[in-house]
């Protein structure tokens, strides 16, 4: 197979204009394991800085215009003023994430906790999510749960899910009309031997309970070693139930590297099922977000480079030949159909992207150009004392 020069025609034109990646506050912040967490110069002192820093990455690469903010890492007394900054950077508030996982109160349970007070308290928070849903003009609301147990008989798997679906559906009931609300899981920690919402199955079960406007979010980095995300992907765009990705590499466990680094060619196959379900489309209702930590590498860079692989998955996965590709799988041709896909994944995008960018008045190479930009040494400079991903102001 003789490789081809991928040209900018007028679809991929109109697919990668339309594409947008939502940006996790946090990324901004110091981060690191349990070991130690290495503080960067510049880092945001708070929400309004780490917004700062995320709108400079949609700057360079024209991909990243939402940030989603953690309640309450990114408390502020006035949201609506936080989200006036927001316009000011060119970018507005995306996805509203409650935090269920740092109060002493949630040791045994959230959502689930057999207490009716803790889990009213944990209602509460979510209808304080919601507040800052209307203060921002966010549509969306993220739950992800952290809950479980550790040991085998120490509390009823079924009856904390009977008290999830109660607690569940109370926080649906004060969504608005045009509010979305989407459920994370993630096989396990910090819980080790049952999760609350450990799989795909589970989480949509309880979407499927609560209505029309809650969906599943897949994190990328939130399944078993060789599990097949992309079997996922398609299986909840069929029921048109995938509410948002959070993507981020793995290598173990809940890494949170790059997106594309570790696996750029998985990232491409989930891509390759978002394309041929039509879910690229602005109004397919997904949502495509990154969660990721930057413990040693510096952070705007890294975020510009997660989502430059997103943007490179996507452009190769809309170079894949459907007609090629559905005749030789009509034919029964394996060694034909998996060529198709693997020229594809082949190709190499970058110079058709850059085009892109040039074309949208923006520089060839995001990575130099924010690099030449200076930013990164006038926040070094201005910035003293600034936090860990996590904690708010
Ligand atoms: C949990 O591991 C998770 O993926 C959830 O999305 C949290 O909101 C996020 O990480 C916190 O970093
Ligand atoms: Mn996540
Ligand atoms: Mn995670």
């Not at 803790?118 to 966010?138: E, P």
Request: net charge negative; proline share 4%; charged share 25%.
């Amino acid at each position: 197979m003789t490789a081809t020069t991928p040209v900018l025609d007028a679809r991929l034109r109109k697919a990668l204009g339309e594409q947008t990646i939502e940006l996790p506050s946090w990324a901004f912040g110091n981060s690191g394991t349990r070991f130690k967490v290495f503080g960067t110069p510049g880092t945001p002192r708070d929400p309004y800085e780490k917004i700062a820093d995320a709108a400079q990455v949609h700057r360079y690469t024209g991909l990243a215009p939402r940030v989603s903010l953690h309640v309450p890492w990114d408390l502020v007394d006035d949201f609506s003023d936080l989200a006036r900054h927001a316009k000011e950077h060119g970018v507005t508030i995306g996805m509203i994430n409650s935090n269920l996982f740092q109060d002493d109160d949630y040791k045994l349970g959230s959502l689930t906790h057999s207490d009716p007070a803790v889990r009213r308290k944990a209602v509460a928070h979510h209808v304080q999510c919601i507040d800052v849903m209307r203060a921002t003009g966010s549509k969306e609301l993220k739950v992800w749960l952290p809950d479980g147990t550790n040991y085998p008989g120490q509390d009823s798997i079924r009856a904390r899910q009977d008290r999830l679906a109660e607690s569940l559906a109370e926080i649906y009931a004060e969504l608005d009309d045009d509010h979305r609300m989407v459920l994370e899981y993630k096989f396990f920690e910090p819980a080790f031997y049952h999760t609350d919402v450990p799989d795909w199955g589970t989480s949509l079960l309880h979407c499927l309970a609560l209505g029309e406007k809650a969906n599943v979010v897949l994190d990328t980095g939130h399944h078993a070693p060789g599990t097949n995300i992309e079997f996922i992907v398609a299986q909840l765009l069929r029921q048109g139930r995938l509410g948002a990705f959070d993507f981020n590499s793995r290598f173990y466990a809940d890494d949170d590297l790059m997106a594309g680094a570790a696996d750029p060619f998985q990232l491409f196959r989930i891509m390759h099922e978002i394309v041929q379900a039509d879910a690229l489309r602005p109004e397919s209702g997904v949502n495509f977000m990154l969660d990721q930590c930057h413990n040693i590498e510096e952070k705007i860079p890294g975020q510009i480079r997660s989502v430059m692989n997103v943007q490179e998955a996507t452009a190769k996965a809309l170079l894949v030949d459907a007609e090629a590709l559905d005749a030789a799988q009509r034919a029964g041709d394996v060694l034909g159909a998996n060529g198709v896909l693997m020229d594809a994944y082949n190709t190499d995008v970058r110079g058709l992207l850059a085009d892109l960018r040039v074309e949208q008045g923006r520089d060839a190479d995001p990575m130099k150009a924010f690099a030449a930009s200076g930013y990164a040494e006038r926040i070094a400079a201005e910035r003293v004392g600034g936090q860990q991903a996590g904690w708010g102001a």
